[in-house]
């Protein structure tokens, strides 16, 4: 096992961790209910973080989060389904999960 991906946002951790997903890696997350405590522990180790089960996805999953954090513009984009606003570097919309146009 390993970790593989780090984020303070929950919502980003959770948009990497359904795109890995989506292509069938076996991952777990820890801490993604940590900002509970928050004040307790220091809030870097609180941390939401995407491990992957079997080491041997590890390029794989790297390459799937680079493609998938790439900036491809720097404004935030209109969900047309749900009507959310998403951080350009998202591909699918976090609150619904549909693509992004
Ligand atoms: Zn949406």
Known sequence: MKK???H????????IKNIIEAQGIEIFMKNEF???????ISAF????????????DEEKTKA??????QVKN???WLCKH???????SFDI???CQQARD
């Open 34 to 40: 940590a900002p509970g405590v928050i004040g307790e």
């Open 8 to 15: 303070e946002n929950i919502f980003i951790v959770h948009n």
């Open 74 to 76: 720097t404004i935030d």
């Open 93 to 95: 919309c976090w609150q």
């Open 82 to 88: 749900c009507n959310e606003t998403n951080d350009p």
């Open 4 to 6: 593989i991906y780090t």
């Open 45 to 56: 180790d609180a941390w939401p973080e995407i491990w992957i089960l079997h080491d041997n």
């Open 64 to 69: 799937i989060i680079a493609s998938a954090t």
